[in-house]
Nanobody, 120 residues
Framework: QVQLIESGGGLVQAGGSLRLSCAASERAFNMGWFRQNPGKEREFVTAILWSGTNTHYADSVKGRFTISRDNAKNTVYLQMNSLKPEDTAVYYC????????????????WGQGTRVTVSS
């Protein structure tokens, strides 16, 4: 069973930055970040191919968030800059060996989530 462990969430003021990390127990997965608020569907944020050569972003975060990975550490990062109150959510990382994209149902493994709160 693949394990994903997120870290780096917290409370930040609007305009500030946070970096989330997701450590995987195995290598060579395509990885995604999603976020969710109570009563709402889990929404796509960004994804990265296992090789790091392709990325995709939701329009709402494009230009502010950057996904990257260090395969030597089996870790994916989400650098979040210019944070807005509407970025407040629990952020989840997800992994798939065969899929990289916006469809959360096609990811096979999920972390436990890390909470990000952006105050105005």
């Amino acid at each position: 069973q693949v394990q994903l462990i997120e870290s780096g969430g917290g409370l930040v003021q609007a305009g500030g930055s946070l970096r989330l990390s997701c450590a995987a127990s195995e290598r060579a997965f395509n990885m995604g970040w999603f976020r969710q608020n109570p009563g709402k569907e889990r929404e796509f944020v960004t994804a990265i191919l296992w090789s790091g050569t392709n990325t995709h972003y939701a329009d709402s975060v494009k230009g502010r968030f950057t996904i990257s990975r260090d395969n030597a550490k089996n870790t994916v990062y989400l650098q979040m800059n210019s944070l807005k109150p509407e970025d407040t959510a629990v952020y989840y990382c997800a992994a798939s060996r065969t899929y990289m994209g916006i469809d959360r149902f096609r990811y096979n493994y999920w972390g436990q989530g890390t909470r990000v709160t952006v105050s105005s």
